[in-house]
């Protein structure tokens, strides 16, 4: 479908759907395989949504909750009839695209995971900045947040509940707690906009814990993991030379991996996302019970809700 020039006024884009202007590529290594593998993000037509295409292997996933097979470490998607046809570490990927905005688009691979680069999303988002983005001729849809749902785990929770507002984003906050000195208690809210993304999440980088390496690796996983790639923490130091890009950049991480496992609800939320102590596991959890519960949600434009508001 053609796309319209970003011209508009901000109400009729935030409206309207939008993909990439043109195609563009990246080569990296992927955290936990470690292989290399070519990603090239294309456009594509309205009401399509985000899905992977394993090039290699000739098999589209859907960029959806339900197809998600693996939450341990990362997320990662599998095909129902194809279990070889996996794509791993995807959040970051999908954090940057929902985060900018952009509703459909295709994501080729050649291998099984998606390129690491820095650890953080801001290499996705110069990618998405330099292929540009066109508005779309057709409607944005948001799952508007009915009544509060909620999962656990111990002390660990995640729940979704309906905006105090009037605007279609979604308000978050997130806090986590490690015994690990440079770490500690951390809290960080936004209202999840381009703008905020852009500033306050993208760049924040994946972490580990030095004692848990040694485990990781020898689990067959990060096999592509460096101090180029991740912070790694050991009591209070942070082993990277260059230490850290924001001082809690730990919470604001894990608030960028959030965004990125929303997304695959398929559309924006409006609403409020609250997490304590969070992972993929949990999150990818309330995917599934915000869309058992029918009640709990429902599709609208935002203009509908502009309207309400009026």
């Not at 409607?139 to 009037?166: H, K, M, N, Q, Y």
């Amino acid at each position: 479908m053609d796309g319209l020039a970003l011209s508009l006024s901000p109400q009729s884009a935030l409206a309207c759907q939008h993909t990439l202007k043109t195609s563009i590529s990246c080569v990296g290594i992927g955290l936990h395989s470690g292989q290399r593998v070519r990603l090239t993000l294309r456009p594509r037509d309205a009401d399509r949504g985000i899905t992977f295409r394993r090039t290699d292997l000739g098999v589209d996933l859907p960029a959806r909750y339900d197809f998600v097979s693996e939450s341990r470490l990362a997320t990662g998607l599998t095909h129902p009839s194809r279990p070889e046809a996996r794509v791993g570490t995807i959040e970051h990927l999908m954090a940057a695209l929902t985060g900018l905005g952009v509703d459909n688009a295709l994501i080729e691979l050649d291998g099984p995971e998606v390129p690491i680069l820095d650890g953080s999303a801001s290499p996705y988002v110069f990618l998405i900045d330099c292929a540009g983005l066109v508005q779309q001729d057709a409607p944005r849809s948001v799952i508007e947040i009915l009544r509060p749902v909620r999962v656990s785990d111990g002390e660990a929770f995640v729940e979704l509940r309906p905006a105090t507002g009037f605007s279609s984003s979604l308000e978050m906050s997130l806090s986590i707690d490690f015994a690990a000195a440079a770490i500690g208690h951390q809290t960080v809210s936004l209202r999840l906009t381009p703008e905020s993304f852009r500033r306050q999440l993208c760049r924040s980088r994946t972490f580990a814990l030095v004692e848990e390496v040694a485990a990781i690796q020898a689990a067959g996983l990060g096999r592509g993991g460096s101090l180029d790639n991740a912070v790694v923490v050991d009591g209070d130091r942070v082993l990277n030379p260059g230490g850290l890009r924001m001082a809690d950049e730990f919470a604001r991480h894990k608030l960028l991996d959030a965004v990125g496992d929303l997304a695959l609800a398929g559309a924006q939320i409006r609403g409020r996302f609250i997490a304590h102590k969070s992972g993929h596991a949990l999150n990818n959890r309330l995917m599934h019970a915000l869309f058992s519960d029918r009640a709990a949600w429902r599709y609208a434009v935002p203009e509908s809700l502009s309207a309400a508001a009026a």
